[in-house]
């Protein structure tokens, strides 16, 4: 179980996420009515907990001189995960590796390269780690939002769509989060699926729940403000998104 966090803890992660380059522990301070010491000292216990684990720069990688990030959706066993997600990160070119508990696709790693050559020698060298890459397409452009729960007024965006990697063959990985008055709050995911909410060719792949990670199971139940993760080979249905609480979609990335 991770550290209990209170509403400064939660205030300054918000505020991070917003913009940490740009935010100081005075300005975040004035915001809360506390001291700055306050969150000076509040900012070193989350890193020493392993809760901020870095502050990473957002680079727009097409900018630089042209240059294509490329996404892997690749299959390992669990065992073999956590190893070969570190293995990864020492090929040249791969700048992300994303874990995801479920039984394929289960690593994501995104990589940077000036040219296609760069991309297949990328491929190549993680299949030689013992990756199998199931999919994989370029990456158009990438969104993020700080987590809403976090944030001064502790709400949650009504199905705020915080993520979506568009991948070859017309499939999508989303992340949602779901509303307090979405159709599947309540219901478990054999429920959802009896009540056709999910969509035949969808798979929940993995679900976050303010500081744990769920493996998605038949009994899993749905809860409002849970961060779900949703793959479907031919692109995730609008049906399914309303069921989230979703009615916006975004211009998907390709």
């Known amino acids: 179980?991770?550290?209990?966090?209170?509403?400064?803890?939660?205030?300054?992660?918000?505020?991070?996420?917003?913009?940490?380059?740009?935010?100081?522990?005075?300005?975040?301070?004035?915001?809360?009515?506390?001291?700055?010491?306050?969150i000076r000292n509040r900012i070193n216990q989350l890193e020493d907990a392993g809760i901020i684990n870095g502050y990473h720069a957002e680079i727009d990688f097409e900018r630089c001189e042209g240059r294509m990030t490329n996404l892997f959706i690749c299959n390992t066993a669990a065992s073999e995960r956590e190893n070969l997600a570190r293995k990864a990160l020492t090929v040249p070119g791969v700048v992300n590796v994303r874990e995801l508990r479920t039984g394929r696709g289960n690593l994501q790693v995104k990589a940077v390269g000036e040219e296609m050559s760069d991309l297949t020698r990328i491929a190549?060298?993680?299949?030689?780690?013992?990756?199998?890459?199931?999919?994989?397409?370029?990456?158009?452009?990438?969104?993020?939002?700080?987590?809403?729960?976090?944030?001064?007024?502790?709400?949650?965006?009504?199905?705020?769509?915080?993520?979506?990697?568009?991948?070859?063959?017309?499939?999508?990985?989303?992340?949602?989060?779901?509303?307090?008055?979405?159709?599947?709050?309540?219901?478990?995911?054999?429920?959802?699926?009896e009540k056709s909410l999910l969509g035949e060719e969808v798979l929940i792949i993995a679900i976050e729940r303010e500081d744990e990670m769920i493996t998605p199971k038949g009994d899993t139940q749905i809860r409002a403000g849970d961060l779900i993760s949703v793959f479907a080979r031919d692109g995730v249905p609008e049906e399914t998104l309303e069921s989230f609480g979703e009615t916006n979609r975004p211009a998907t990335l390709s």
């Open 1 to 38: 179980m991770g550290r209990r966090l209170d509403e400064v803890d939660k205030r300054i992660i918000h505020a991070l996420e917003q913009d940490a380059r740009n935010i100081s522990a005075p300005m975040i301070a004035d915001e809360m009515d506390v001291s700055p010491g306050t």
């Open 124 to 193: 190549h060298q993680l299949s030689k780690l013992g990756l199998e890459i199931e999919d994989e397409d370029l990456i158009q452009e990438e969104y993020f939002t700080p987590y809403e729960p976090f944030g001064p007024d502790g709400t949650t965006k009504q199905g705020a769509m915080t993520d979506m990697v568009s991948l070859s063959g017309g499939a999508e990985v989303i992340d949602v989060t779901v509303s307090s008055d979405a159709p599947i709050v309540g219901m478990t995911l054999r429920k959802a699926n």
